[in-house]
Structure formats: structure tokens, C-alpha cells
């Protein structure tokens, strides 16, 4: 059966080309969130190659084996130990910006395994600066270095007594990683040039091979963890605490200071003081914030609030903004209702706790969610009154990764991976009420 309803000439066409300009906005909108995702995935190579590549290689697992048959230095406490912090660290050190996942290094000794030593790319990320800090190959440097790598386990080192056979993997290495078939031009004949020319190494290549390993792939985000969280005294958990406790106490006082005295504006003033005091609260909204970073900063330190979170919080307290918000949204709503409370003797608390606040949810999470954006990447303030680390934001400790030479750009956009899924999470759980705030802000009625 056939529908009666009219249909306007066009409105198809202009429904399709909506879609498909919001579909093309929405991926537009993507690709900066897409190209830092893939640039935190990358290798220290890869991330700055020409043309771009969206795509990260994939972590390569490097086993090198080492035969030791007739070398009598082995007797010699920690000489294999020392001889597996050398080629994995040397070898890597040099090799620093190719797709290594995972060093694995293994000792033989008259057909049989001696030792082995595994060392995964984000342990060497964050041992690098302490380890090798330069490319200064020597037996007497890694000496005064093996002690650091044992205390932080960058390596996991075990050491066989009176050697084991091989297992299936490790004699496949030696079937098809052997040095003498090697093609040349590739990365495994350029690691098997650098050991077989050094001076360093007291044992001779037998094999080596690389191996494709996904699990490395995030390994840029282990080496945030190692070097900035549970292993340090200060870090990752405790700027993203801070920023967590910053950011709610911030919220807390919009919604409460600015929707009490909005409802004030709205319904408890004339409408000429309404108007007149909501524009000097919009009219703040004009000064940058450089204009008053001094004076508030001095007054910070009058109150003795730096280097504590209520220093980077109580400037926060008050935002012109929220003030224009809450009031164009408690305009709207039907003034015989609040009318008819009164007559029922409620006080103006009641009113604004048990009828206000319950009809207002939209315009709260709106606010919320502004504050929230607002406050969570807030980095000047936090940055000027916060000068003791265990008070830093995420924001700020960010910036100190960004001055951090050891930390290559694909740490640092690992980290603004992780600063940015909060806000991902809050917007897009809250999305509708946001329109619905908005939206309800702006009516005239």
C-alpha cells in the first residue's frame, strides 16, 4: 500500500548530502586522534620518515647466539652476564631507531646452552639514559653499568650450570639465522657486522635471527609506566591524580558556586541587576589570562597555597562562562512552578535543591564537561604556582617528557594518548545531555 504522505521535493537529496557531510566531518575530525594513535605505535625510525606512513612496522624480536667452545674466561664470576649485557646493549644502542622489540641473547658452549638473556624494547627505552648514554663501546664501561641493569632488572638474565641442550626454536635459529647465509643488505647483516668487527665481544657470532612481535607493539606506553610510574617514587599515577583531584574540586565549585549564584540572577534579583551583573561575569571572559597571572600569582603566594593543588584549584572557582550558562538555562524554566512552591512555604534552598537542580541536569553536565576540558588541560597556572613535582599535573609533567631527550616524540605521543581518553570517555558518555543543555541555554521563550 502505498503512503500518503506528501513528500517535499528535495528532502531527499539534501537528507543524503547531510549524512554524507557529517560522515566527512566526523572522519576529518579523526585524523589528527588517528595519526597520534599510529605515531604512538611507531619505532624511533619510522616516526620521522618521508613520506609518512600511517601504519608502524612491526616490532621485531632480534635472537643473536653466541658460541663460547673453547674459551676458558668463563670461569670468571659474571663474565657471561657481562658478556650478554654487551651484546644486547651495544648492539641496541646502535641500532636504537630500527623496529626492535625484544633482544634475546643466547650463550653456547660446545653445542650446549650456557646462558640466555632477554631484554624487551621499553626496559631499554628506559635503562638507555643510565646504560649506555652514549655510544662508547668498552669492556670497562659496561663493567661499572652491569650492576644498575641488575638492580633495575632491565635484563632477564639466567644462566645455565653445565649447559642444556637446545630447544626446537633455538636450533631453528641455528638452521636458518646462521651468519655464513645472511643476505646482504639487510638489518640482521648489519648487527652481524657490528659483532663481528667489535672488540668487545670475547665470544664468536654463530647465528642470528629476527622474529615478527606484536606484543611490543605498546611497548611505548611500558616505558611511560617503567620510567614515570609504579617503579618511581613520583610519576604517572600521581600526575593523573593530581590532575583527577584538580579537576573535580574544580567542578564542584562551578556547579555549586556558579549555579547558586546564577539562580540568584535569574530568579531572586530584578531583571535589570540580572542583566547588568550577568554582563560584568561575561565581561571577564575578555581578559587573557596572561594579564592577571602576576597579580594572582602574588596572591597565591600571600595565601601560601604554592606548590599545593588548592594553589592551581581556587582560581579555577569562578568562571565567567558558566555564570552566562547556568542563567540563560534557569530563564527558561516555568516560573509558576517555582511560584506555586513558594506558596507552599518552601525557602529558596528547598527550591534550588528539590526543583532546580533535578530540572537543570542538562545545563550541569554541560558545565561539567566544560569544566572538565577547561581544567584537565589547563597548563600555564599549574605550570607557574606548581613547582614541586609531587604536585604536578598531567599537563605539566607532560611538557617535562617533551624536554626530555631520552624520550623520543612516539613516548611522548603515547602520553598525550593516554592525557587525551579522559576526555574522550566524558564527552561521548555525556554527548546528549550536552545538546540538550545547550540547546536549552539558548531558547527564547
Sequence with gaps: MKSNRIRE?????????????TIVFIAVSLIPLAWMLSSSLKDGKSIYSLPPKWIPSIPQTVSIMIDYSGNTAGDDKSFYELEAAKATWFTWRKFQNEAIGEMHIIGTKDGKKIFEATTPSYLFTAGKPKVVPAQVFTDEMMKL??????DSRYTKYTEYAGGVSLDKAEEQIVREGSVSELSTGNQMTQIAGFLKESTFMKGSLQAIKQTDNWARLFDNYRVIWKT????SGVGLLTYIGNSLFVTTATILLHIMIGGMAS????????KKWGIVLTMFFVATIMI???????PLYLTIVKLGLVDTLWGIILPHSAWGIIIFLFKGFFDQLPGELLQAARIDGSSEYRIYFTMIIPLS?????????MSFMGTWNEFLWPLVVARKEEVWTLTVALNDFTNNQAMGPQIVMSTLMIATIPLLIVFAS????IERGVAWTGVKG
Design 145 to 150: 653499568k652491569l650492576q644498575t641493569i641488575r
Design 228 to 231: 614515570r610510574g609504579g617503579d
Design 288 to 294: 587573557p589570562e596572561i594579564a592577571v597571572l602576576v
Design 9 to 21: 521535493k528535495g528532502a531527499v537529496s539534501l537528507k543524503v548530502t547531510a549524512y554524507i557531510i
Design 430 to 433: 555525556c554527548q546528549k545531555l
Design 361 to 369: 541536569l542538562p545545563i550541569f553536565t554541560t558545565v561539567s564537561v
Design 263 to 270: 539562580y540568584a540572577l535569574s530568579r531572586l534579583v530584578s
